[in-house]
T-cell receptor
């Protein structure tokens, strides 16, 4: 079974440009999460989807970030316009929705974003 | 606010030596606790988790961790380090009980483990 995949693996853009990151969760996983790690710091929660609905977007830094999950399958995270402080590694994770049990999050390899 | 502190951003051990990676959390009630590992160019992989059952938790690759409520700690250990253990390790808490039943991981800053011959 394929794991969580993310595209691209690396992206280098100029300040002010737009970048779109994509995450494909494990098939059948209703929960999808985005996290970000800025250089040398902790991995921080950005937001959580349940199917196509945003359940919690309390970690989104500002309105330059837009996440979508149309159809409840893959998700995109768009940064527009990108700023220097947006550089970091963006992780995606997915989990099943199983009541009465702990739903482990499975992580993708991350997308390394560099804003110059 | 909930937080996770990992003491030591870099730890270096000799092959065959004890591995001890420290993690302390702040929470008013015992959360769910995790250790993840990230090998180069790979995603985060779950090593082990504590979800209010046995306080000594065994994980993959010979790692284990002990939940100590009195010390608010969840240190990761392995009796004998192997070269293949070189990676970055992250301690995390899950705010599941605080976030309406949905998982929300809070991570420490990570500890990079180096194993030398």
């Amino acid at each position: 079974e394929a794991g969580v995949t993310q595209f691209p693996s690396h992206s280098v853009i100029e300040k002010g440009q737009t970048v779109t990151l994509r995450c494909d969760p494990i098939s059948g996983h209703d929960n999808l999460y985005w996290y970000r790690r800025v250089m040398g710091k902790e991995i921080k929660f950005l937001l959580h989807f349940v199917k196509e609905s945003k359940q919690d977007e309390s970690g989104m830094p500002n309105n330059r970030f837009l996440a979508e999950r149309t159809g409840g399958t893959y998700s995109t995270l768009k940064v527009q316009p990108a700023e220097l402080e947006d550089s970091g590694v963006y992780f995606c994770a997915s989990s099943q929705e199983t009541s009465g049990a702990y739903n482990e999050q499975f992580f993708g390899p991350g997308t390394r974003l560099t804003v110059l | 606010a909930q937080s996770v502190t990992q003491l030591g951003s870099h730890v270096s051990v000799s092959e065959g030596a004890l591995v001890l990676l420290r993690c302390n959390y702040s929470s008013s009630v015992p959360p769910y606790l995790f250790w993840y590992v990230q090998y180069p160019n790979q995603g985060l992989q779950l090593l082990l988790k504590y979800t209010s059952a046995a306080t000594l938790v065994k994980g993959i690759n010979g790692f284990e961790a002990e939940f100590k409520k009195s010390e608010t700690s969840f240190h990761l250990t392995k009796p004998s380090a192997h070269m293949s253990d070189a990676a970055e390790y992250f301690c995390a808490v899950d705010l599941n009980m605080f976030s309406g039943g949905y998982n929300k991981l809070i991570f420490g800053a990570g500890t990079r483990l180096a194993v030398h011959p």
